[in-house]
């Protein structure tokens, strides 16, 4: 499968830990998106990466959250302390330049 | 920011029928405007975009149609087919100065096409 790959699909943790997640975009896109999608809305962006140059983060990414793409291959995406809140789909995109396509996302539930 | 709306939320249509869904965006910046299906519990997936330089592409039996002066754009489906049946996202975007594009999407339409 030469798709956007995430892992884990599932991610079941409780209050205030620590959960990190992971995309492997297309392999010859240098650009990569996170979003975040709740029940019955579209996706929210929450950064970009261009190689591994974060470009631009959205307001909706808190102290809490941070992300790296350190080789401008895979991307990881740590959220510390998680809330009840974060519970979510997190979605992560590749493109090049300007179609985007989507992995099957990490569902996170925060219990 | 970028501010996309997007109707009906909601649209059942006989197989065969045509299905029409709208959105419209705020910013003049926005020049890209591609439409997402979702299947239940899948990736949403890229069926067609529309750059800001084109008033309308068409690729089988879905169109998209933009209006930049009315900051418009429409998903135009024909002959639907149960298989159609999925929530349909619009989004727009801007282009970064070094490339690359972040999207806004509207809230989803769930398009029910019944036998």
């Known amino acids: 499968d030469t798709g956007v790959s995430q892992d884990p699909r599932h991610k079941i943790t409780k209050r205030g830990q620590n959960v990190t997640f992971r995309c492997d975009p297309i392999?010859?896109?240098?650009?990569l998106y996170w979003y975040r999608q709740t029940l019955g809305q579209g996706p929210e962006f929450l950064t970009y990466f261009q190689n591994e140059a974060q470009l631009e983060k959205s307001r909706l990414l808190s102290d809490r959250f941070s992300a790296e793409r350190p080789k401008g291959s895979f991307s990881t995406l740590e959220i510390q302390r998680t809330e009840q809140g974060d519970s979510a789909m997190y979605l992560c995109a590749s493109s090049a330049p300007y179609e985007q396509y989507f992995g099957p996302g990490t569902r996170l539930t925060v219990t | 920011g970028e501010n996309v709306e997007q109707h009906p939320s909601t649209l059942s249509v006989q197989e065969g029928d045509s299905a029409v869904i709208k959105c419209t965006y705020s910013d003049s910046a926005s020049n890209y405007f591609p439409w997402y299906k979702q299947e239940l519990g899948k990736r949403p997936q890229l069926i067609i975009d529309i750059r800001s330089n084109v008033g309308e592409k068409k690729d089988q039996r879905i169109a998209v149609t933009l209006n930049k002066t009315a900051k418009h754009f429409s998903l135009h489906i024909t002959e639907t087919q149960p298989e159609d049946s999925a929530v349909y996202f619009c989004?727009?975007?801007?282009?970064?100065?070094?490339?690359?594009?972040?999207?806004?999407f509207g809230t989803g339409t769930q398009l029910k096409v019944e036998l």
């Open positions: 392999s010859e896109h240098n650009r």
């Open positions: 989004a727009a975007s801007p282009v970064f100065t070094g490339g690359g594009n972040k999207l806004t």
